[in-house]
């Protein structure tokens, strides 16, 4: 069942236009991962998603409603989370009040969820009582990642979660990625490792100048020549 | 005297200036870390505080309140009566300065912003010295008798004594704030990233509100507190305490708090112990110096981290 589709999304900074009617479905408990060249637009969707900057043509619908028209705000409260590239945790904040920004507008005891957190992450639970800014790139990714879960999304919107990570930690961050899915969540995921990225992922979307060049499953995509040749390095 | 007996005395006088000075630079440190402006209204939202301090005060004794005073102190009830609403009352300005105007303005930037805070400072300094004129205003006219600590050579007045006292408390309250409730704790989180806050559904406004609610009733607090030491007050003194308070937030970090409360104090010590080696009259620059040095040598200062 269709989760989250952007319908032909045209949005840009102020007068530049990066993407000219770009068209994407998220089913339930899928992972979904956009690849293609530097400044193809990836992140640019992944903010329009996430309703961080303003679609100048196009919709956004999430679980049947249309929320192009919905404050970020209200968006993560519906069960959008988002892990920004860069610059996606609180530094001055231990680990254990990073996860509890996280889950600021629940109601419920955030503790609860912490734990389910912890469990994925075991390492954070070593460091909760540290500042972020002292952990390691890896650790800090997984911080990032952990407080966007706390809300328990339906949908988490991941940007390059493996940027700037040693190839231990980009494979135990997959890992990961996949075992949050297992327990549910839909992935959405821009990433620069693309070939490892379309083994895991259920779908994958080639963007290309702001527009939707490729659409297939994981699979079809790695073994597909022409997008091999261009994208995924030959 | 030796340079030495002077010593204690002088570290005394910098802990009293310095406990004022950090009371100013908290809140400025608070507003300019999360909103990235430079608020230059914050010394005259200091002498705003102490202005209407001495406007409830007056009220209060108009109203037949008893000055009975807390002895040793020189004041009573009253003082401390108008000191709380002055504090509330200043927040309360500074949020409507904020609904009014600056936050018309967020989304264009710095530059804007500290242009209309250096509008918001003449205005209310304008305003202070419309009603009160310019000549010099006192909380009280009696003299107070300082006492004498044997063996350390220390002179201090009981008023002094309190000043500390309310500064240290104010600290201890704003630390629980930051460090134990959720307001406090998404009040670091907006310092730190005020978009990913936006991204965890934290409503930054309210936040923002907050900020200023905190940061300027400490700004009154320490402009009474300043008040109370020198034993008056003058439009123009929120002016004054524009410098040092600058150079505390830049000397302790920008948009850290506790930084903040540092550099009031080693801004405080230094400027008092300059007069050890040169004229009093340079102590404002001993404060001005190390603002441009610390900008030279290490411009995110003591415990900035961004």
Redesign the interface.
């Known amino acids: 069942m269709s989760l989250l589709k952007a319908v032909n999304i045209k949005v840009g900074y102020g007068e530049t236009e990066i993407l000219h009617g770009v068209s994407m479905e998220v089913n339930e408990r899928e992972i979904v991962c956009v690849i293609g060249p530097n400044g193809a637009g990836k992140s640019t969707l992944m903010k329009a998603i ?1 309703g ?1 900057l303003k679609p100048s043509q196009g919709e956004i619908i999430f679980d049947g409603d249309d929320i192009t028209s919905l404050a ?2 209200q968006r ?2 519906r069960g959008i989370c ?1 892990v ?1 590239q860069s ?7 231990t680990v254990e ?1 990073n996860l ?3 889950a ?2 629940s109601q419920d005891d955030y503790r609860v969820r912490m734990k389910e957190v912890y469990h994925i992450f075991p390492d954070l639970k070593e460091t909760r009582k540290q500042k972020v ?1 002292k952990l390691s790139g890896g650790q800090r990714q997984m911080v990032a990642i952990g ?1 966007a879960l706390m ?1 328990n999304p339906k949908i988490i919107l991941l940007d390059e979660p493996s940027a700037g990570l040693a190839p231990r930690l980009v494979k135990l961050i997959f890992d990961r990625i996949v075992l949050i899915n297992h327990s549910g969540t839909a992935i959405l995921m821009v990433e620069q490792n693309a070939r490892q990225a379309l083994g895991l992922s259920h779908k994958g979307y080639v963007l290309v100048m702001g527009r939707n060049r490729f659409e297939d499953s994981g699979q079809a995509l790695l073994e597909n020549e022409e997008v091999g040749r261009l994208y995924l390095g030959g | 005297m030796s340079l030495l007996s002077r010593l204690p005395q002088l570290v005394i006088y910098g802990i009293i200036s310095g406990s004022i000075i950090s009371l100013g630079a908290i809140g400025l440190s608070l507003t300019y870390g999360i909103l990235n402006f430079s608020n230059f209204a914050h010394g005259d939202i200091m002498a705003l505080g102490a202005f209407l301090a001495l406007a409830f005060l007056l009220l209060l004794r108009g109203l037949g309140m008893s000055e009975n005073i807390f002895y040793p102190l020189s004041f009573g009830l009253p003082m401390v009566i108008s000191f709380l609403l002055a504090m509330a009352a200043t927040a309360g300005i500074a949020i409507f300065i904020d609904r009014i105007l600056y936050s018309r303005l967020r989304k264009t930037g710095p530059v804007t912003l500290l242009v209309a805070a250096v509008g918001v400072a003449f205005f209310l300094r304008n305003i202070i010295q419309f009603i009160w004129g310019p000549q010099p205003q006192y909380y009280i006219k009696e003299i107070q008798i300082a006492w004498k600590i044997p063996f350390l050579g220390i002179r201090i007045k009981p008023d002094e004594i309190f000043i500390i006292i309310v500064a240290a408390l104010l600290v201890v309250f704003l630390h629980l704030f930051l460090q134990k409730t ?1 307001m406090g ?2 009040m ?2 907006s ?3 005020i ?9 930054t406004e309210r936040v923002i509100m907050w900020t200023w609610g905190i940061g300027t009733a400490l700004a009154a607090a320490g402009g009474i507190l300043a008040g109370i030491e020198n034993k008056f007050i003058t439009p123009n003194f929120g002016w004054d305490m524009l410098l040092p308070i600058f150079a505390a937030v830049i000397l302790g970090g920008v948009g ?1 708090p506790y930084g903040a409360l540092l550099g009031g104090m080693v801004i405080g010590l230094s400027g008092e112990l300059s007069t050890l080696f040169i004229s009093t009259a340079y102590k404002p620059a001993v404060a001005f110096i190390i603002m441009v040095v610390m900008l030279l040598i290490r411009p995110r200062g003591i415990l900035g ?1 961004k």
């Open positions: 996430l961080l970020s705000e993560v409260r988002y920004p610059e996606n945790i609180f530094p001055s904040l009040e509890e920004m996280g600021f507008t800014r407080r809300l | 959720r704790k998404a670091r989180a310092a730190d990233n978009t990913l806050a936006r991204v965890c559904g934290i409503n850290s981290g």
